[in-house]
């Protein structure tokens, strides 16, 4: 088909807005923290997938890279799809999305799969589903819709507070049957922060921190494996052998790193000694791999992505988006903040994941939509903001 020159130069305009519209650093942040994510789950899983002390891989020591490997292009693909979808569409199936995260928790407790001494899956062939996940996206995706909706009425406590406080209470207790309280605070955590976007009153805040602190306390009662975590949190290494021997590997595995660190695959910890290397604990191997300087060198990378995640946030093109690209980024704030406070022994220990690090193919895959989304919300930035 010919063009004539106005055409043509319409053409070319519409072509270079569309490139331009995707963030690139924010993009180039995510795929360099995938593939050095990548890389270390082969470095710090194929010593327990050649062993097999599960008998699950079959002896292959590449079991746990190849799939992670087949998720992360999986992911990078939808992200590159998510990205497309334009920010209306999320908008549109926000609350359903959340509908359906509700629906799956219901069914965990009767069709779930138990490992662990906790039902947090479905079975989905020879796949796992987390609902969990789905259900952080939900809650950011919906209430930002609900926010939107309530504009000028958040300050009140029949539609600022209590419409999300039951949302949360009903996810929350279906999280503490399974158990699983790690994605009961960070469901906490960001739905708080949503709500603090939103313009809810401060005292509704102190509030909730009160009542969190009593929650706590009967958690503390009613689950006495919360309590002991607790103990254990305070002096590891008064059983070394027991409840504290998994943060007291962890705390080894990241001394012997020292400064410059072991180098790539020379890890000691990750032969059957340090529990979950490839997974909840895959910054451990980090540490005692790269050292110090490749651990901060990391931690940087996510500052940056976390920083450039806000930017878009700040100039998205309306309050839906904004809320949206600032809740997702939030959520990938603070899962990294509590990982890397557990395997250092700052908090509690309890199961959260490294982001784009920790092996999880179901959770990389979310995560990577979670980008697509952000990377939605950037193309939809005024020209005249991203110069």
């Given at each position: 088909m010919q063009y004539g020159s106005a055409e043509l130069r319409i053409r070319e305009t519409n072509d270079k807005t569309k490139l331009r519209g995707m963030d690139i650093a924010f993009l180039s942040l995510v795929i360099l923290l995938l593939t050095i994510g990548v890389t270390m789950v082969l470095s710090a899983s194929f010593a327990?997938?050649?062993?097999?002390?599960?008998?699950?891989?079959?002896?292959?020591?590449?079991?746990?890279?190849?799939?992670?490997?087949?998720?992360?292009?999986?992911?990078?693909?939808?992200?590159?799809?998510?990205?497309?979808?334009?920010?209306?569409?999320?908008?549109?199936?926000?609350?359903?999305?959340?509908?359906?995260?509700i629906?799956?928790?219901?069914?965990?407790?009767?069709?779930?799969?138990?490992?662990?001494?906790?039902?947090?899956?479905i079975g989905v062939g020879s796949l796992t589903l987390q609902p969990s996940e789905i259900a952080k996206l939900g809650v950011i995706l919906a209430f930002s819709v609900m926010i939107c909706n309530n504009r000028g009425k958040m300050k009140s406590f029949k539609y600022g507070?209590?419409?999300?406080?039951?949302?949360?209470?009903?996810?929350?207790?279906?999280?503490?049957?399974?158990?699983?309280?790690?994605?009961?605070?960070?469901?906490?955590?960001?739905?708080?922060?949503?709500?603090?976007?939103?313009?809810?009153?401060?005292?509704?805040?102190?509030?909730a921190a009160v009542a969190a602190g009593g929650g706590i306390a009967v958690l503390l009662t009613l689950f006495p494996y919360a309590s002991t975590r607790i103990t254990t949190w305070q002096d590891p290494f008064s059983s070394t052998s027991d409840e504290g021997y998994q943060i007291v590997q962890s705390l080894y595995s990241i001394g012997s790193g020292g400064l410059t660190g072991l180098g790539l695959g020379q890890s000691r910890q990750k032969y059957l000694y340090l529990p979950e290397e490839h997974n909840d604990f895959i910054f451990s191997v980090v540490c005692e791999e790269l050292g110090f300087i490749g651990a901060v060198l990391i931690l940087v990378l996510f500052a940056l992505l976390i920083i450039r995640g806000y930017w878009i946030a700040v100039h998205a093109a309306d309050?839906?988006?904004?809320?949206?690209?600032?809740?997702?980024?939030?959520?990938?704030?603070?899962?990294?903040?509590?990982?890397?406070s557990v395997v250092t022994n700052l908090v509690p220990c309890t199961g959260i994941s490294l982001p784009f690090f920790s092996y999880g193919g179901t959770a990389l895959l979310i995560q990577m939509a979670e980008m697509g989304i952000v990377l939605s919300v950037s193309r939809e930035i005024p020209a005249k903001v991203k110069g």
């Open positions: 327990r997938a050649y062993f097999d002390p599960g008998n699950v891989t079959g002896g292959n020591a590449a079991y746990y890279f190849i799939r992670q490997l087949i998720f992360a292009v999986l992911g990078i693909a939808a992200m590159i799809f998510c990205s497309r979808l334009p920010v209306g569409f999320y908008k549109r199936f926000s609350v359903p999305l959340l509908i359906a995260a629906v799956l928790l219901l069914l965990v407790p009767l069709i779930g799969v138990e490992a662990n001494g906790a039902k947090r899956w507070i209590l419409p999300f406080a039951g949302i949360l209470l009903v996810i929350i207790g279906l999280l503490v049957l399974e158990p699983h309280f790690s994605a009961s605070i960070i469901i906490i955590a960001v739905g708080g922060v949503m709500l603090f976007l939103g313009g809810a009153r401060l005292i509704w805040f102190i509030a309050r839906y988006s904004f809320l949206i690209s600032a809740g997702i980024t939030t959520l990938l704030a603070i899962q990294v903040i509590l990982n890397v």
